[in-house]
């Protein structure tokens, strides 16, 4: 970490380190971290000397303090925000809820802390009055008039904390698009831009990536964007950058975005007859004097076309779905690239010529809306109901559609990963950035006045180098600091690491049968209370079929990810934890249960990311074009990073005990796993067969309680 320091930014750093060294200790059940004073003072060195700190913070560092802080503290003396980012909701919560209430309480100089939302979190009054007044809908009138009255009594316009239906949200929320901001009469009260203008006088903003990385999109793009310029963003859960920055910069269109339309405009075969706030708009000008001209122009011109346009739209990504499935994906889910193999097959040429005839009934309605939006103008209606702004909003959204389509359907750059996937209830064309880390260099890192970017796993083994270059850190070199904090828990005391060396792949039958008989022995003498990560949805279905009768019989319970959203899930795994939650994806990383609820974690295979996944291959083959390995400087880093995830799930505390069983035998047979297992904390580590590993691990646990 760079040394150079002005007498102010000693002056600065005494501050923070005062604060903790005094104040924090007066918190109750406080308990001195080291590392988390060390952190601290790194944050305050990168605000004070305008760097890029990077810094990874292992469990239990007490991370949120060490930031929240000297940001505090910088925003007090500097008279300018700090915006915090983090990537899940549960984060949030804890900083809202818990870690900014204890600042309150022990700072003397009182301030605000922000939570910076996306438009369609907010309830728009102007549209609520219009589907509240309407005859048109009656049924969604009169929910409108009971959420008027809930928000007349002092409830938020925030959906989190209303009680609000799906349909009536697709029409009240508000729109960027749709909004007429100062023009509105409803400016003054309205809950979006109230919180925006308290976002300007606060010290604190708490935000999220998929904010951030939207908000670094709408700027380069000349929009006008969400967030103020903070002194200092600080981006916890920082591992998630690329991924978010991947969403966000990328360009995509979808079967949800058709439905979303839909629903939002015009829906003759909604749940709600005729839903949408185009037949408020009818309504309203079926009362004008212009009547005539003007139903003759919507109907005729507008409404006419947008049966067309969703029809087509439909069977183009009923199209889409038939290409992925003839191009030979796995299983429903799995993105495939797209390129001239895939638009040559008789699917794939009738999903582009699906394309052509959607693109021509997108300009139909393009049309269609410009014209009434052009008569409304000459005529002065709609200025302040909304219609005109409500106009302007589908072109602009239709535009975004047909230019998503047109870009995805013809993958010609070399510079972006065009690719498809399909769902049960969804389908998605898209496209990439090969390398987002060069934007994320230029629109975010660049302008960044200082920036903080935390997470318990950003290092492969104690080289930082592979993030920085993934993110685009490598191109601001002369900025960055860097600081590697291990976590103060005792895994040497606490953590088991088992590696079983005699099973096979776990998609396949024989890996079951030799696995069966040892782990139900270990969940009944644990009763439960472990988590078993798989890589796919596949081995996840396996796992579940083989496990579910034997664990009934035994009386442990079987939870499931897919039988409901992760966070009931969880839930229902620390309300009753003689339970087996199986999970994949989000189940690695970001899920706390602290305690002796969770003893156990599996984890059937070492976390390499699929490889026929297009940019998976886009990014191997780059590096393979440049000479270098793609498996050493792509798919084993990852994998590294990922597997450190799945591990710290089971310590969660101080007090916190347990095992971490690997049922891949790679990591005792191939030459990487010394890689993998360097990258964890030093801990009670044995390698054998499953069946005698379990019962050393159980052994080794029971060894406490003696």
């Known amino acids: 970490m760079p040394t150079r320091s002005g007498p102010d930014s000693q002056v600065f750093l005494e501050r923070v380190r005062s604060f903790f060294l005094e104040k924090l200790p007066l918190r109750p059940n406080y308990e001195e971290r080291p590392e988390q004073l060390e952190m601290a003072l790194g944050v305050a060195r990168a605000l004070a000397e305008e760097e890029i700190l990077v810094v990874e913070a292992g469990t239990g560092t007490g991370k949120s303090l060490a930031y929240l802080v000297p940001c505090l503290l910088w925003s007090f003396e500097h008279g300018q925000p700090v915006i915090i980012s983090t990537r899940t909701l549960n984060l949030q919560q804890q900083l809202l809820e818990k870690d900014i209430p204890l600042l309150r309480s022990l700072m003397e100089q009182p301030f605000r802390a922000t939570a910076a939302r996306g438009w369609s979190n907010y309830v728009c009054l102007r549209r609520l009055d219009s589907v509240q007044s ?109 991924e978010v920055a991947n969403d966000h910069l990328g360009r995509a269109i979808s079967l949800g975005d058709l439905q979303r339309f839909r629903q939002t405009v015009f829906d003759p075969k909604g749940k709600v007859n005729d839903a949408g706030w185009l037949p408020l708009l009818r309504d309203r000008l079926s009362k004008t004097e212009e009547r005539s001209r003007l139903l003759e122009c919507l109907d005729q011109g507008l409404l006419i076309s947008l049966p067309g346009f969703y029809q087509v739209g439909e069977e183009f990504f009923y199209g889409l779905t038939q290409s992925i499935l003839a191009s030979g994906a796995s299983e429903m889910g799995t993105r495939v690239t797209l390129n001239s193999d895939f638009f040559h097959t008789p699917e794939g040429e009738d999903c582009r010529r699906l394309s052509e005839q959607w693109a021509a009934h997108m300009e139909h309605v393009e049309s269609a809306a410009r014209d009434l939006h052009r008569m409304l103008t000459d005529l002065e209606l709609e200025a302040n109901q909304g219609g005109l702004a409500e106009l302007q909003s589908l072109v602009e959204r239709v535009k975004s559609l047909r230019s998503n389509l047109e870009f995805c359907i013809f993958p010609d750059s070399g510079d972006w990963v065009y690719w498809a996937v399909a769902t049960a209830n969804n389908a998605t064309l898209g496209a990439t950035p090969l390398d987002v880390g060069e934007r994320l260099a230029a629109e975010f890192f660049g302008p960044a006045r200082s920036m903080v970017v935390t997470s318990a796993t950003l290092a492969v083994g104690k080289d930082l180098s592979f993030y920085e270059k993934r993110v685009g850190l490598d191109l601001h070199q002369n900025r960055v600091a860097r600081s590697l904090l291990d976590s103060p828990f005792d895994y040497r005391q606490n953590a088991y690491l088992g590696v079983a060396t005699d099973l096979n792949d776990p998609n396949r039958a ?22 078993l990560l798989t890589t796919s949805y596949a081995s996840l279905r396996l796992a579940r079929e083989r496990l579910a009768e034997p664990l009934s019989q035994l009386g442990i319970r079987l939870l499931c990810q897919g039988q409901a959203p992760p966070g009931l899930l969880l839930e229902e795994f620390r309300r009753d934890s003689r339970a087996l939650l199986i999970g994949a994806d989000s189940f690695w990383e970001g899920v706390d249960v602290v305690g002796d609820d969770l003893s156990c974690v599996l984890i059937t295979r070492l976390p390499f990311r699929v490889p026929n996944d297009p940019l998976v291959q886009a990014h191997c083959r780059r590096l393979e074009e440049d000479g270098l390995s793609s498996f050493t400087h792509y798919q084993l880093p990852q994998a590294i990073l990922r597997f450190r995830q799945g591990f710290g799930r089971l310590i969660r505390s101080q007090k916190d005990r347990g095992m971490v069983l690997v049922l891949d035998s790679r990591l005792y047979h191939k030459s990487y796993g010394p890689e993998f297992l360097s990258a964890l904390p030093a801990c009670n580590r044995r390698a054998g067969r499953l069946a005698g590993l379990v019962q050393d691990a159980i052994k080794w646990l029971k060894g406490f309680d003696s």
């Open 510 to 531: 024989e890996f079951w049968e030799r696995a069966c008989e040892p782990l139900l022995w270990l969940l009944q003498q644990l009763g439960g209370r472990t988590f």
């Open 134 to 242: 309407s005859q048109q809908l009656p049924e969604l009138a009169h929910e409108a008039g009971e959420l008027s009255e809930v928000l007349s009594l002092g409830a938020p316009g925030i959906r989190q904390k209303l009680p609000v239906s799906d349909p009536l949200w697709s029409l009240v929320h508000a729109d960027s698009q749709a909004c007429n901001r100062q023009m509105c009469p409803h400016y003054q009260e309205c809950y979006l831009f109230r919180e925006r203008r308290e976002m300007e006088r606060s010290e604190l903003i708490i935000a999220n990536h998929s904010l951030v990385m939207a908000d670094v999109a709408l700027k380069a793009n000349g929009a006008q964007g969400i967030l103020p310029k903070p002194a200092c963003w600080v981006l916890d859960e920082g591992h998630h950058l690329e």
